[in-house]
């Protein structure tokens, strides 16, 4: 069974941590939520977005966040990522597969997935 | 909406949007009825806002003209036989709204549940500062989730936090299997 005992221990073992995780985070990924983002199957991209950062070792240096409508409903899922002192890369109709590639290959690799950015959408 | 758990993620985030430090979402099923209901302490809306929120041309957006959260939701229920009602207060004492929509399970058209799981986990990660009640009452018996109770054994640590969000996903879980065998 699942207990609040165990939720305080991760508050244990994170109490450190919060401290250090605060203002480092330079990436920041941002997925649409609005009603026309959860009808077009925002919330698994959210999710796996959420697993591949954390699993992936990138919790520290990236956030994953949710916004409104971005205004490009035709596009949804959306996925906007900001990083520090480069333009921001707009992901279109996305899906959970999809959203683990950009993990490796953008945020990991440092290299933008063009086949999936909105410059490439019809 | 593919799920009606989708329509949940959407509705509450109008809560969130309209301040809500707490949201109230509870879903009851008993015989060939579902009721939800989303009751928030938010800003509330004024009767002129009120009867226009169920008018797909209605909308809160900037970004554009159309807003089809509440259209939506009434269109699943009224599919079904079942209804919405918006009950909202602007009053300081008790301002907040609250969503009621009654289904019939066995129509046609019912739209199935789907993943609440996941819709509770995403509004939790996407507000990690407001609070969440949770529940879901079947013939077989109640899973719950309250945000403050957890909140309180955290002290301090964000619920957003990944080892928080898959504690809850595990917990979530672990309620429905329980749920199920029983």
């Known amino acids: ?122 | 909406m593919k799920e009606l758990s989708l329509n949940i993620l959407d509705i509450t985030e109008n809560s969130v949007k309209a301040g809500a430090t707490l949201t109230e979402i509870s879903i009851v099923e008993s015989g060939d009825t579902l009721t939800l209901t989303i009751k928030d302490d938010g800003c509330g809306m004024s009767d002129e806002i009120l009867s226009t929120v169920e008018n797909p041309f209605y909308t809160t957006r900037t970004t554009r003209k159309v807003g089809l959260g509440i259209p939506l939701l009434k269109m699943a229920a009224e599919m079904t036989g079942g209804k919405v009602k918006i009950v909202s207060s602007t009053n300081e004492a008790n301002h907040g709204t609250t969503v009621t929509a009654h289904f019939f399970k066995n129509h046609l058209d019912f739209t199935p549940l789907g993943d609440i799981k996941e819709t509770i986990v995403t509004l939790i990660q996407g507000h990690p500062d407001t609070d969440f009640l949770f529940t879901h009452q079947t013939n077989s018996g109640e899973v719950k989730l309250d945000t403050r109770e957890l909140r309180v054994a955290l002290e301090g640590v964000p619920l957003d936090t990944y080892e928080v969000i898959v504690w809850i996903k595990e917990y979530l879980n672990e309620q429905y299997q329980l749920l199920d065998n029983r």
Do not use: W
């Open chain 1, 1 to 122: 069974m699942k207990s609040l005992a165990e939720l305080q221990a991760i508050k244990d073992k994170m109490k450190d941590k919060v401290v250090i995780r605060e203002g480092v985070s330079s990436t920041r990924v941002v997925v649409g939520m609005a009603t026309c983002g959860i009808a077009a199957g925002a919330r698994p991209v959210l999710s796996a977005f959420v697993e591949a950062v954390n699993e992936g070792g990138l919790a520290g240096t990236v956030t994953v966040s949710q916004t409104g409508c971005v205004g490009l409903c035709q596009y949804e899922p959306i996925v906007e990522v900001y990083e520090a002192g480069k333009d921001k890369v707009t992901y279109v109709k996305m899906t959970a597969d999809k959203a683990k590639e950009v993990v490796e290959k953008h945020l990991k690799g440092g290299k933008v997935v063009t086949e999936y950015t909105v410059a490439n959408c019809e």
